[in-house]
């Protein structure tokens, strides 16, 4: 049989795809049951499964933040009845002198920052200057600030063992430069300081306690990141002082010397 005598080919059956699972559900025959139609986890189960121990932790994080709260919230309630009860037993007079005082060392306070601040404007001579609320700390001379820094200021806290304790509040008013320090200087720590670090009292001189610092009358210091002692630690900030950045306090000792003016306020 020759080329032209052959019998043409049959072309081959195309088969359609497959339908869907919802065409397949509804082309099933009446009477028998319809595919089941593919179902995938929830995101949030195969979260639960991948990460027990994570929501364990959040879940318990914030159970102690609602017992915080709560805790917060009737120790607000117990101190405002122990108000209500002491003021019950006050006369008129003892009430009003109360309100007085309260006021008067508030407005003292307001004064006092005040003047100081005017002082530290009207100095013309080189100083340095300290917002304490702002934690900024600016080197300034004839009204021109050379030099700003940020800082951290020590909040007021209570030191020392009962009965011997001390508050220490934040720095305020006009001090002045008694020591430049270097890592290389001596500076003794208060035994104070290790008893409220939890650290074992040593009085043993030890250099680069303070690191780069500046010592000024009345125990207030303004320091640095210091490499050793028990200020070693940059989330401290020991109370009653200043900590500043390195750099900060090394550039702006090289202007100063004992008998600067120091101005917090």
Partial sequence: MTEEQQPPHEPLPITPPPPPV????????PGRPAPPRERR??????????YPGLLATLW???????????YLISQRENYAKEIRRLR?????VERRSADLALAANENHLKVMVALIRRQAQGDRVLHVSVEVDSGVMTLEQEGNVLREMPVRVAPERRVGV?????????????????????????????????LDRHLPADSTPVKGTL??????????VIYSDPPTGPLA??????????RAREADVKAIQANLKPGTSVYFY
């Fill in 211 to 220: 690191g780069f610092g500046i010592v000024l009358d009345g125990g207030t």
């Fill in 88 to 92: 019950a037993g006050m006369t008129t």
């Fill in 22 to 29: 919802e065409r397949r559900r509804a082309l099933a025959p």
């Fill in 233 to 242: 630690d940059t989330a401290y900030v020991m109370p009653g002082s200043v």
């Fill in 60 to 70: 318990l994080a914030l159970l102690v933040l609602v017992a915080l709260d709560v």
């Fill in 162 to 194: 009962p009965p011997d304790t001390i508050m220490m509040p934040r720095p305020r008013g006009t001090r002045h430069v008694e020591r430049l320090l270097t890592p290389d200087s001596v500076w003794t720590a208060p035994k104070w300081v290790y």
């Fill in 41 to 50: 986890e929830p995101r949030r189960a195969e979260f639960r499964l991948a």
